[in-house]
């Protein structure tokens, strides 16, 4: 069984949905296995623009796509997001998706706690407001309402009276009043219904493709550089985004994440706060976000961009278990006279190849750049070598020996076919 997994290497926002979906057409199951609808992937095909939050891209190809116990999942965003594609033409069917039984839901008072604490933080964390972090706190607590608790309505109160006594608390402090556990036990149980037909077992589904022989995509949100444990710690997500969290949030054999491709994006850009050391607030940086549409699917919000930095990318192969990756947006790239690469930091009179774990430390770092000429022929829809301009491909070999990997594939727009392959993730290793 040759399986790939799909994880962001740099801080988000690298072009994952288009590479996902461009590998759905070689697998048969596609598995989303972290993360909630902070999360937005963006996948043209046949002239069409799809925003995904937590479906899994394979349901644009009607693959059959699992949502994950790992996910978080709000599911009255579920339903909207079922619906906006029903409206596009896609119709999202239990034959073509699965919701784990084991996922926690995500409810309205998750929401409201997240809201009232990033707006009370004295320092912004970036959180997208969704009342993902709340979410993972109660399943780690063991409060949390799953998927499989929807089935299940009788029980469904005292389920939520007992959640209601850690968050009730929690609201008073903050002034507000307490959650309506009646509200929603009812806005539950209407749409029960809904999402009964979609709830199943993950790790059933993959053990049986496994049997099957079922080549299988794992998909990842967020990326590395926002892992829980790995990231830029306060200011990540409330997950682990890094490869190993595909077997814990699926349901299945470390060994059966398979190939690991990295998406990296030719430059560098983050939402929210938290260090950015390739930061360019110029004109530089506006030309970057202008040219690469660079606004969160999800928040609408403005992304801070910057240079390339090989620091970050060589260090989230190294803790994310990549073996290779998937470069993006090359043709933002095109018409800079000079393009800099960043190969080091500078840190209190000391040259660093790694970003230190001290968010002060990370706060002052300052890159060491390496300056390349650029090129002045598009790349946009290159689908070979052959059409790329000598100093764009010199631009990527040089990315494949500072960060130690091989690029196996290249995207040169946001269209499905404008990709070229160098090597297969499903059969190459």
């Not at 299945?252 to 607030?281: D, H, N, Q, W």
């Not at 190969?343 to 002060?360: H, M, R, S």
């Not at 100093?391 to 040169?412: M, W």
Request: glycine share 10%.
């Amino acid at each position: 069984m040759a399986n790939v997994t799909v994880i962001g290497a740099q801080w988000g926002d690298e072009g994952k949905g288009k590479i996902i979906d461009w590998l759905s057409n070689r697998a048969q199951m596609v598995v989303r296995f972290q993360g909630g609808n902070n999360a937005g992937h963006t996948i043209v095909a046949n002239g069409k623009t799809y925003k995904l939050s937590l479906l899994p891209s394979g349901v644009i190809q009607g693959k059959r796509s699992i949502i994950g116990n790992g996910v978080v999942v709000d599911p009255w965003s579920l339903l909207d997001e079922i619906a906006r594609l029903d409206a596009a033409g896609l119709k999202i069917t239990p034959e073509i998706l699965v919701l784990a039984e084991n996922a926690v839901l995500v409810l309205p008072l998750h929401r409201e706690l997240d809201a009232m604490r990033e707006d009370a933080a004295p320092q912004k964390i970036g959180t997208t407001k969704r009342g993902i972090g709340p979410a993972y706190e109660d399943k780690v607590g063991r409060r949390a309402l799953r998927a499989i608790d929807l089935m299940d309505l009788a029980a469904l109160p005292a389920k939520i009276e007992r959640l209601l006594a850690h968050h009730n608390i929690l609201r008073r402090g903050f002034g507000v009043a307490d959650a309506d556990g009646a509200a929603l036990v009812k806005s539950l149980t209407e749409i029960a219904p809904k999402l009964a037909p979609f709830i199943g077992s993950s790790w059933r589904e993959l053990h049986a493709a496994k049997l099957a022989g079922k080549r299988v995509l794992f998909e990842g949100a967020q990326a590395v550089l926002l892992d829980i444990d790995h990231g830029t710690y306060p200011f990540v997500t409330s997950s682990n985004t890094v490869a190993g969290q595909a077997a814990a949030g699926a349901g299945v054999s470390p060994r059966a994440i398979g190939t690991v491709l990295g998406i990296v994006k030719s430059y560098t850009t983050r939402v929210g706060e938290g260090p950015f050391p390739t930061e360019l607030k110029g004109a530089t940086g506006e030309k970057l976000g202008e040219r690469g549409k660079e606004f969160g699917t999800v928040t609408g919000r403005k992304r801070r961009c910057g240079w390339f930095d090989s620091v970050l990318v060589r260090q989230t192969v190294i803790t994310g278990g990549i073996d290779g990756i998937a470069l993006t947006k090359l043709d933002v790239l095109d018409g800079f006279p000079t393009i800099r690469i960043c190969t080091a930091y500078q840190l209190d009179g000391k040259t660093l190849d790694y970003l230190p774990a001290d968010a002060g430390a990370q706060a002052r770092v300052t890159p060491v750049y390496e300056e390349m000429e650029g090129w002045s022929e598009s790349t946009q829809g290159a689908r070979s070598w052959a059409q790329l301009p000598a100093n764009a491909i010199k631009y990527v070999r040089r990315i494949e020996e500072l960060t130690g990997t091989q690029v196996s594939l290249l995207s040169t727009s946001p269209d499905r076919d404008d990709t070229i392959m160098v090597s297969d993730p499903f059969v190459d290793r």
